[in-house]
């Protein structure tokens, strides 16, 4: 936008030329960025490291943008009000320099896609990114120009409400579908006027709080850290992620926000990262309540020497820097280098050409965004079970019974961590049904229960009613959107309310029973599962939920949807994951479970291995599982060679078979095991993965390429190396099945 040019833009006319003002991205952003530091005093420094969120209109931070005290502003969405404050910061403040606006899109904007839990569900990075970008368009529509995604927190304790906002349990699965959101929100370039900043969070070690309590302390060695908890992040950092959040806990008694250990060493300096650093909210100030710091000027000097460049919302930065720096604990040095990352950040985005939004954009939920929308959920859904192939419906259902408290619950059908979106343009199970489905199938519509933690069973004998009346059940249960995310972490993971006794009551009726789960974590629904003919666990899928379930429930759709994070049968498993040591002691198949124990049992009868006697050692479903209406056989494992080098490729082949009688799309996946290191090695790892799609009766022969280098890991003297041996390889379906072979690198 061609306006009268900021006032910085005088100062800095001896030093850079016209045309660099222009476009951001011609000339050095490093000259730009040296020139405008030159021009800054103190306070104006400190001032583009504080980020502030106003409740009131532009206004309430009018004085201080004018002044430059601010570099950031969280939560402005109307983009009058944004044009309001950049007109304020570029026009009247002494250097001009705009106000970076942020926000919360996790997953979705206005058109919401599943969680990032549900997304990882569809091993799809393609689905990822489009969704990512999707909210980017619409979020930028409105002068949003950063947001707090991903997070690619490594989550194993589905306790932990925030479970929801992650990849799930394993590096490399976060890894690809972090990477591939940080493409989505950025786009090709950061100063094209659709792309907003990524931000990896939260860095890290947060998904491991204790006991699954949010805010919780961990304890991660740094070996731990370097195998399981940092690859998501170094590659995010690598493929451009412009900034970077630390994380609330404490790890081994150092808060992230105080660490110098990962931001500087290992994030400045190992990786070398040039993006911009920023607290969690108010995570600065929190260093007082860990006992880390004993008031907040001691937490602006902690967390500025540590590596930080921005303080979300505590003012500790703006309130103690000045005086810090006089008494020479923080150096101003420090100050230009975080000010410095700030305004790169800035000059990227190319907020200094263009800080200003265009108020007429129409692109929320645009029909291109609906059909992504409605795309992921059908990829995100995950099949379960499938008894007598209860699904898909055919002809022969002419009566529907719709019921459970989610079948219809357009703000829970969204999930958790969303501000933007409006039930109103949530299409229910309940109401894709009757538009889609309506004039083939009479739907009756019953909920039995009012909300998912409802514990009034008064309405379930209605319910009972209908399905009596019907053909079918179709019954919709699971988590209210506030029962997961942030702060919301639960003792226990079974269905709340009375949604048990719902489908128990259901289940006795003898009438073909298919339950959907929308949830934000996985649940412990053993019991459901067995009384279930059919069971599709949906993690929140957002605006287009009901569309895409009502599809796959009538065939026009073919579930393909994995598990991200492997299903505990109860919470006294958690945390529960594949890639766990094997121990001295592994558990055998022979397990002798409680209600078996003879009496008077000797106390080494049972066999002394790591397994619960009242949980066995399996989950109840692995990670990496989701079946098919079809079905896929496995056959003809080949490697090119059993014999390779650490420079070598391992390359693999196999035959994949759609052996039943749908079309569908299977996700094969690559595991491989270190069967000897030099420190114990996971029983299994997730190396690879790929959708398949196949005709019915149709063959392909799948290939993977697996550099050996991919197989390093952090050894006993904490260097990163593959380490010669004899290896075990799987491909399959799911991290518990599929075919087997070894090879060696020599």
């Not at 050894?715 to 518990?736: R, T, Y």
Request: hydrophobic share 40%.
């Amino acid at each position: 936008m061609k306006i009268k040019r900021l006032s910085v833009y005088l100062l800095l006319l001896p030093l850079l030329s016209c045309a660099e003002h222009q476009v951001t991205k011609e000339g050095d952003v490093e000259s730009k960025v040296n020139a405008l530091l030159e021009q800054m005093t103190l306070q104006e420094k400190i001032g583009q490291m504080n980020q502030l969120s106003p409740f009131g209109g532009p206004e309430e931070v009018a004085e201080q943008v004018r002044k430059g005290e601010v570099g950031s502003l969280l939560n402005v969405t109307d983009p009058e009000s944004v044009n309001k404050i950049q007109k304020i910061a570029v026009e009247e403040s002494r250097l001009g320099i705009p106000i970076l606006m942020s926000r919360d899109v996790i997953h979705g904007y206005k058109t919401i896609f599943p969680i990032p839990l549900g997304q990882a569900a569809t091993f799809n990075p393609q689905i990822v990114e489009d969704g990512a970008r999707v909210a980017a368009i619409e979020a930028s529509a409105d002068g949003i120009r950063w947001t707090f995604a991903p997070m690619i927190d490594i989550s194993r304790d589905p306790r932990w409400g925030r479970m929801a906002e992650s990849c799930g349990e394993d590096p490399f699965l976060s890894t690809v579908m972090g990477t591939a959101m940080v493409k989505g929100f950025q786009g090709e370039s950061l100063d094209d006027p659709t792309s907003i900043a990524a931000c990896a969070k939260h860095f890290v070690g947060y998904g491991a709080a204790e006991g699954g309590r949010d805010y919780n302390s961990t304890y991660i060695t740094e070996r731990q850290l370097r195998n399981v908890y940092f690859p998501p992040f170094e590659a995010v950092a690598k493929a451009g992620c412009a900034t970077f959040m630390t994380s609330f806990n404490d790890n081994d008694g150092v808060p992230s926000t105080g660490n110098t250990f990962i931001l500087k060493d290992v994030l400045r300096n190992e990786w070398n990262y040039d993006g911009m650093v920023v607290t969690d909210w108010g995570s600065a100030a929190e260093m007082i309540s860990h006992g880390f710091c004993r008031d907040e000027k001691e937490a602006a000097m902690k967390s500025v020497n540590a590596g930080v460049d921005m303080d979300m919302v505590s003012e500790t930065f703006i309130r103690n820097l000045e005086t810090l720096i006089k008494e020479k604990k923080v150096s101003e040095a420090a100050i230009n280098e975080a000010v410095r990352n700030i305004l790169r950040l800035k000059f990227r985005l190319g907020l200094f050409d263009n800080p200003y939004v265009a108020t007429d954009q129409n692109v929320k939920y645009a029909p291109e965004h609906l059909a992504k929308a409605k795309e992921a959920v059908e990829q995100s859904v995950i099949l379960l079970k499938n008894d007598r192939e209860t699904l898909p419906f055919t002809d022969k259902i002419r009566t529907l019974a719709v019921v459970g408290p989610l079948a219809d619950a357009p703000h829970d059908q969204m999930g958790t961590w969303v501000f933007d979106g409006e039930k109103e343009h949530t299409q229910t199970v309940l109401a894709a049904l009757k538009e889609m489905y309506g004039d083939k199938v009479q739907i009756i519509y019953e909920p039995g229960l009012g909300y998912s933690r409802d514990k009034n069973t008064g309405n379930i004998s209605k319910a009972v009613n209908a399905a009596m009346r019907a053909d079918a059940v179709v019954a919709c249960v699971g988590e209210e959107s506030i029962l997961s995310g942030e702060a919301h972490s639960l003792a226990d993971l079974h269905l709340q309310g009375a949604q048990s006794e719902l489908i128990s009551a259901l289940a006795k009726t003898g009438k073909p029973l298919v339950t959907v789960v929308m949830a934000g974590r996985p649940l412990t629904i053993g019991q459901e599962v067995n009384q279930s003919g059919a069971l599709l666990y949906a993690f929140h899928p957002g605006t287009m939920g009901g569309p895409a379930i009502s599809d796959l429930l009538f065939g026009k759709a073919v579930p393909s949807g994995k598990t991200p994070v492997t299903f505990p049968k109860m919470v006294g498993q958690v945390p529960i994951y594949y890639a766990h040591n094997n121990t001295g002691r592994p558990a055998s198949r022979q397990e002798t479970l409680i209600d078996d124990i003879p009496l008077e049992a000797g106390q080494t009868s049972l066999g002394c291995t790591s397994f619960y006697m009242d949980a066995g050692f399996d989950p109840l479903f692995p990670f990496g599982y989701g079946l098919s209406y079809t079905t896929f056989g496995y056959d003809n494992l080949k490697l090119a060679t059993d014999q390779l080098t650490t420079g070598g490729t391992l390359e693999i082949s196999f035959d994949l078979t759609n052996t039943g009688k749908y079309d569908g799309t299977e996700v094969v996946q690559l595991y491989v095991q270190d069967k000897a290191g030099s420190v114990t090695r996971p029983v299994k790892e997730l190396k690879g993965f790929q959708r398949v799609s196949l005709k019915q009766g149709e063959k392909k022969t799948v290939t993977f390429s697996l550099p050996v280098g991919e197989l390093a890991f952090w050894n006993i003297d904490m260097q990163k190396v593959v380490e010669p041996g004899e290896f075990n390889l799987w491909v399959g379906p799911n991290s518990a099945e599929g075919l087997q072979t070894t090879f060696t690198v020599n």
